[in-house]
């Protein structure tokens, strides 16, 4: 079922992607073609996208004019401002949005159920995971595989794997030619912890060709 294998797609908004951005992503403008390009794959061909994005007021926690890059940063992805929007392709599948408050378990379930989704998680910190519908929406998903991509790998792209590896019964990959960092850690570093998490390490074509395998 197509319903098996979810992308996830992570903080692909102007302010991260474009060095025009708040918080630019030092060569984030390089992955926007791959990131159309999953999208446009995995929409097209039935599969459902799941996605976070920054959803910030100037009194989130994160948000600092005095930041340490570590667990403050700079305003960006301000609700409603331009530079939170996604960038690239997104396709003709309706998207749903999950908001920071709970939405309960009835809710949830009606967007997890339906046969291709595209679903927007928003919140107010790094880790998507403090949004208190998220578990619960990975939970009514169900899904075998979750494809994961987007920015920053550093950050916001790791909690999301390490979020996604305390469900058990999920096979984790990550895209390494769709995702950038913020150099804070190195990248190899990072993906070596991943490994050792159980993630499996991939690009986008080489995916492609498990899928065709099966």
């Known amino acids: 079922m197509k319903k098996a ?5 992570v903080d692909t908004q ?32 039935g599969f459902s996208i799941i996605a976070d994005i920054d959803w910030h007021s ?21 609700a409603g401002d331009p530079g939170g929007d996604r960038v690239g392709y997104l396709g003709d599948v309706p998207i749903e949005y999950v908001d920071t408050d709970y939405m309960g378990t009835d809710a949830l379930r009606k967007l997890a159920a339906r046969d291709q989704f595209h679903i927007v998680i928003r919140k107010e910190s790094i880790d998507v995971f403090s949004n208190p519908n998220t ?27 390490k979020g996604l590896a305390k469900h058990p019964n999920i096979r984790l990959y990550v895209l390494k030619d769709a995702v950038k960092g913020l150099d804070v850690r190195p990248e190899e570093e990072i993906f070596d912890e991943l490994r050792r998490m159980g993630v499996v390490i991939t690009d986008f074509d080489e995916f492609k060709r498990r899928l065709q395998c099966g």
């Open 5 to 9: 294998t979810v992308f996830w797609d």
């Open 14 to 45: 102007y302010d991260f992607m474009d060095p025009r951005g708040k918080l630019y992503v030092p060569g984030a403008e390089g992955i926007i073609d791959a990131v159309s390009e999953i999208r446009r794959f995995a929409l097209e061909n």
């Open 58 to 78: 100037p009194t989130n926690a994160e948000i600092s004019e005095t930041p340490d890059f570590k667990q403050t940063f700079p305003p960006h992805c301000i």
């Open 135 to 161: 578990d619960e929406l990975v939970e009514l998903t169900q899904p075998k595989s979750m494809v994961v991509f987007g920015v920053a790998l550093d950050f916001c792209v790791y909690y999301v794997l």
